[in-house]
């Protein structure tokens, strides 16, 4: 199996809406779809704040991680792809 998928579900902390958003890393590559709500994106030093419909492809070799924000729960798909 070349990748891995997921339908995630991030609930909303107010509590996590002004602390730094944690990060990890794994190897491989990753694509995450919102189907729902708002989701807080931190890749490195860069964030960015993806609404239902939107995607975002990366390496996940590199310091990544997300938080649902906009007052409701998030759901999205992702899917991992391993490092060949």
């Known amino acids: 199996r070349k990748a891995e ?3 995630v ?3 909303y902390s ?3 809406q002004d602390k730094p958003i944690a990060l990890s890393r794994h190897e ?3 694509f995450d779809y919102i189907l729902k709500g708002k989701l807080k994106f931190r890749f490195e030093d860069y964030v960015e704040i993806l609404n239902e419909g939107d995607a975002v492809y990366y ?3 590199f310091r990544h ?4 924000t906009g007052g409701e729960d998030c ?3 992702a899917i991992v792809f391993k490092k060949e």
Request: overall charge negative; aromatic content about 10%; glycine content about 14%.
């Open 14 to 16: 107010e509590e996590e």
């Open 65 to 68: 991680g997300m938080i649902a």
């Open 28 to 30: 491989g590559q990753e």
């Open 59 to 61: 390496d996940s070799g």
């Open 5 to 7: 998928p997921f339908k």
């Open 9 to 11: 579900l991030a609930r």
């Open 75 to 77: 759901e999205f798909l």
